[in-house]
């Protein structure tokens, strides 16, 4: 399959990483944003007039749209591109097409997608898209890490095979150790046991460490780690998360359970797929102004005006991954790894916020953002990135009497103070038909090591987590009200770690489609 480009063929490069990550990140606290984002426009339209040219999957995608490149003339044409997706794209043309010349001499690493929604799809990687991630990285643990100061001992608990984030992971903290920050890497996968005896005889040697991984395994492994007879109140503890969101209730119980000594800086959630790696990231301030919208309704109804759940919000860097909004959809163009995307199209519902825009959207609802990071002391964090915000993914929830229930709700009710000591927050949430066809929810539980369920478990349970969904969905509430002899939830209790619902070796499925 390997065809190697023409002598005579100039190389594409996407992205060349700056010589200094602390010029740079100056530079992003310092200069107008709006520079950044015309960067990402002209660097976005130069990737399609290169991709339109060169890459035969994406010429006949055009042609079959009847679209002719010639009349795209800027990023503001972009709405009249077909948006593309695995299904209508990356699995309708020959794999060969879909590299720019059916060059494929430059991939170096592959993932692939867990295979959860159809047919796993292998998604090449090239050093360009890996050094983009490496960039990214480098510069927001410079910027809230301290990493140039700090010795770091980074516990990997992603689990290490073809998925993308253990793999990206190791490899960029390998590089940055390579460039001489003093990070030394561990990569335990998702082994609770092999975590904590490696922070409990390696720890005390390092400044601080970082747990990278799923936020329900890292929030496990913290609440699992006094059992051992160790805290990780004994050390400097950061964490870094990916494959999902979570609420603030989620990152208060984490940091607190952690000893999180600056809950804004020292805890940072990634967007990213296995498409385009890494896209965007919080940052103190997303994290600041998530709460100011988690405790003012006008705030959070102000940024996210269609959007009924807290979402992930993220700060990307516009001239490496590319969004755009289309309604309630999100699109992103970028050169992530060796298959180019135009216009890519993810199943999450979200938007796009310029940075000027965000600070006028909250002086609007009354928040002068920059006064409240004064008052966090998060001054000298602030980068003038844009923002992306993520929901739920869009098939993530579950319908029941056309009322949609989702996980997050679920995930609110696991740590109300009722049931932290019984449960460890994870679930799947499935809905359920009896012979009538009536529908309902069934709520498998996973109950905390070294408990037994019982019936009085399951009473508990099912009393929070009626008082949460109809607390947080109004129709839900209404269903209800209105049918107080029905019981439409269902609560089952399950044993730690029953393999049926609950397996550490990859991400979790909150949701089970179809009866269980």
């Known amino acids: 399959m390997k065809t190697p480009p023409k002598k005579d063929e100039k190389i594409y490069e996407y992205f060349t990483p700056p010589k200094s990550a602390e010029k740079t990140l100056h530079e992003l606290k310092t200069t107008k944003a709006e520079l950044r984002v015309k960067k990402g426009e002209k660097k976005a339209f130069e990737l399609f007039q290169y991709v339109s040219k060169n890459v035969p999957a994406y010429k006949k ?45 430059r991939v170096t690493t592959i993932a692939a997608t867990s295979g959860t929604t159809g047919t796993p799809f292998y998604f090449p990687r090239g050093e360009s898209g890996d050094a983009q991630h490496e960039y990214v ?82 929030k496990d492994t913290i609440d699992g780690m006094e059992k051992t007879g160790d805290s990780f109140k004994n050390y400097s503890v950061k964490i870094i998360s990916a494959a999902e969101g979570y609420t603030e209730i989620f990152r208060d119980h984490v940091a607190e359970k952690a000893g999180i000594k600056n809950i804004y800086t020292d805890m940072v959630n990634i967007y990213g797929t296995v498409e385009m790696g890494g896209m965007a990231h919080e940052t103190a301030l997303t994290t600041l102004i998530r709460k100011l919208a988690h405790k003012n309704k006008e705030v959070f109804a102000k940024i996210f005006p269609n959007i009924k759940s807290m979402p992930t919000l993220a700060q990307y860097h516009p001239d490496i991954v590319y969004f755009e909004e289309e309604g309630d959809d999100l699109f992103a163009t970028g050169f992530g790894s060796s298959i180019p995307l135009i216009r890519y199209f993810f199943p999450d519902r979200g938007g ?19 006064a409240e990071a004064k008052k966090e002391k998060l001054e000298k964090y602030i980068v003038k990135l844009p923002f992306v915000y993520v929901e739920e993914r869009s098939d993530g929830a579950v319908s029941l009497m056309s009322i949609n229930i989702p996980p997050q709700v679920i995930k609110d009710a696991l740590y109300d103070p009722s049931l932290v000591k019984i449960c460890t927050g994870k679930f799947v949430l499935s809905k359920k038909e009896n012979r009538n066809l009536d529908g309902s929810l069934s709520v498998h539980v996973e109950i905390k090591e070294g408990v037994t369920p019982t019936k009085k478990h399951k009473e508990t349970i099912h009393r929070i987590l009626t008082k949460y969904m109809r607390k947080n969905i109004t129709e839900f509430d209404y269903l209800s009200a209105v049918n107080q002899q029905k019981s439409y939830l269902h609560v089952f209790p399950v044993k730690f770690s029953n393999p049926r619902f609950f397996n550490t070796a990859g991400k979790h499925r909150w949701v089970e489609r179809g009866t269980v």
């Open 352 to 370: 796009v916020i310029a940075f000027e825009e965000m600070v006028k959207k909250l002086k609007e609802a009354g928040v002068d953002i920059f």
């Open 61 to 105: 995608f055009l042609s079959e749209h009847k679209v002719d490149p010639t009349t795209i003339k800027s990023v503001k044409d972009f709405p009249k591109l077909p948006k593309m997706n695995k299904d209508v794209y990356l699995r309708k043309y020959e794999y060969a097409d879909l590299f720019p010349n059916r060059d494929f001499s």
């Open 137 to 218: 990285s480098e510069l927001f643990l410079l910027n809230q890490f301290d990493i140039k100061n700090k010795s770091s001992l980074v516990i990997l608990s992603f689990a290490l095979g073809i998925w993308i984030g253990g793999m990206i992971t190791y490899k960029y903290f390998n590089q940055l150790a390579r460039k001489g920050y003093d990070i030394s890497t561990v990569p335990v996968g998702p082994n609770k046991d092999l975590l904590f005896k490696t922070i409990s005889s390696l720890g005390k040697f390092y400044d601080q460490i970082i747990l990278v991984g799923y936020p329900p395994f890292l």
